[in-house]
């Protein structure tokens, strides 16, 4: 066979393909008999799809030789015990997701060119992994961890750990000594925040702690000096400690699906803030100190219940998307013209009943305004060279019979240069 790289390859040597064989028969007449009908059907024919895959795999592993095997894809196979893959040293990546794999052998971990592990959506309790310098990546979302497996040690270069969609209730004390570790997901997981917590998560530049009903955070959460992005969305959160404000690095936070009332007046002092997303909360006004906020890029105030924007909303000199739709917003202010590199605006789902001459905003390239209470048809949005996107559907437009068949030319004109118009 010619000396080539194979990337797609999944590993099973011929016992073990006895093994996977042998799960033909894993779901009972008994347990069969309980589910609905359909879903019957659904299993067993994921099932044989299954077996042909690992069919095909098979045969296709059989004619390689392992030193020419770049990367292991075994996914959706419904395996139960992992494969041996000690003889495979070339491997860069392993798949091994959508699996039935309780337990993880240290095996996994013997190539010393091995850069990621996926092993998402098993039901895996206990891993292991012999020691491994060259893994910068892993996934264990959407098993049975109860804990951060302690396993993880054994990869001291190790940047990505992403371990979403678990049982976890802490961060244990060993990943403050990840030296390299600076990116962890932990969404939707059952974390219980200390301090200790935060001063274990020290070297963390990407945070993602969402959906783990947060009812609030620990008061030194301001020493997390090199976070760049946080998202504390799906929370409980109704307010943040003032130590935010130290939060020197942080260009990204997300607090989406929380149960805000008022932005904190400590978010508005983040240095370096450039986006701030609060959709989904329980907004009823913006505060003023909101206007200091000049690095701000992308603001997402959608599905509150604002009624008004601030005046000094027009020193965000920066903003380039603006998403204030679902709310109860009567006025537009003039000065948001003055906004001029803004290219995404959404103030649609609102009870605006006039809107400024939006034309003259330079960047501006999306529009939605749908579902308000304009009766005067902004012509001059149609006119704007730059134009990609608008929707202005669902208004009560005050339109003669002639306006209405200007309109639908100048549609179809506007459709055959790529601009998306709905109406």
């Known amino acids: 066979m010619r000396a080539c790289k194979f990337i797609l390859i999944f590993i099973v040597s011929t ?36 077996i042909l895959k690992r069919d ?6 059989n004619q390689a030789d392992p030193d020419t095997i770049t990367q292991l894809s075994f996914t959706g196979m419904d395996i139960e015990i992992f494969p041996d893959l000690e003889k495979y040293n070339q491997i860069t990546r392993i798949n091994v997701s959508d699996n039935q794999l309780k337990k993880v052998p240290a095996t996994i971990s013997y190539s010393r060119h091995l850069k990621s592990i996926v092993l998402t959506n098993n039901q895996i309790k206990s891993i292991r992994f012999k020691k ?38 802490r961060i244990p004390r060993w990943v403050g000594s990840m030296q390299s570790l600076n990116d962890l997901d932990v969404n939707y997981n059952c974390l219980k925040l200390t301090k200790a917590s935060i001063r274990r998560l020290k070297n963390m530049e990407i945070l993602q702690m969402g959906g783990n009903h947060l009812t609030r955070l620990p008061e030194n959460v301001g020493d997390l000096k090199k976070v760049k992005k946080l998202n504390l969305g799906k929370n409980q959160l109704t307010d943040v400690p003032a130590s935010v ?45 909101l206007g200091n906020m000049t690095h701000l890029k992308r603001l997402y105030l959608a599905f509150n219940q604002l009624k008004e924007l601030p005046d000094t909303m027009r020193n965000l000199k920066d903003l380039t998307f603006l998403y204030v739709h679902h709310n109860q917003i009567a006025y537009i202010p003039q000065w948001i013209n003055t906004l001029s590199n803004i290219e995404i605006l959404d103030i649609s789902y609102n009870q605006l009943f006039e809107i400024p001459d939006l034309s003259v905003m330079p960047a501006l390239n999306e529009i939605d305004i749908q579902s308000n209470q304009i009766a005067y048809f902004p012509w001059t949005l149609l006119e704007k060279p730059n134009l990609k996107f608008l929707i202005v559907k669902d208004n009560p437009f005050i339109l003669s019979k002639q306006e209405v068949k200007q309109l639908e030319k100048l549609t179809e004109e506007l459709q055959t240069r790529g601009v998306i118009v709905r109406n």
């Open 15 to 50: 016992a073990f393909s006895m093994v996977l064989r042998s799960q033909e028969t894993k779901i009972t007449p008994a347990q069969l008999a309980k589910m609905d009908t359909s879903f019957q059907a659904w299993m067993r024919e994921r099932h044989q799809a299954a």
């Open 56 to 61: 095909a795999f098979f045969k296709e592993l």
């Open 132 to 169: 491994n310098d060259s893994v910068i990546s892993l996934n264990l979302s959407e098993n049975n961890l109860k804990r951060i497996p302690r396993a993880i040690k054994k990869l001291p270069n190790l940047k990505v750990l992403t371990i979403n969609n678990n049982r976890i209730k």
């Open 245 to 289: 404000t130290q939060l020197d690095s942080l260009n990204t936070l997300i607090l989406y699906s929380n149960h805000f009332k008022n932005i904190p007046v400590a978010v508005t002092q983040i240095p370096q803030l450039q986006e701030l997303d609060l959709y989904y909360n329980e907004l009823q006004y913006v505060p003023r100190e």
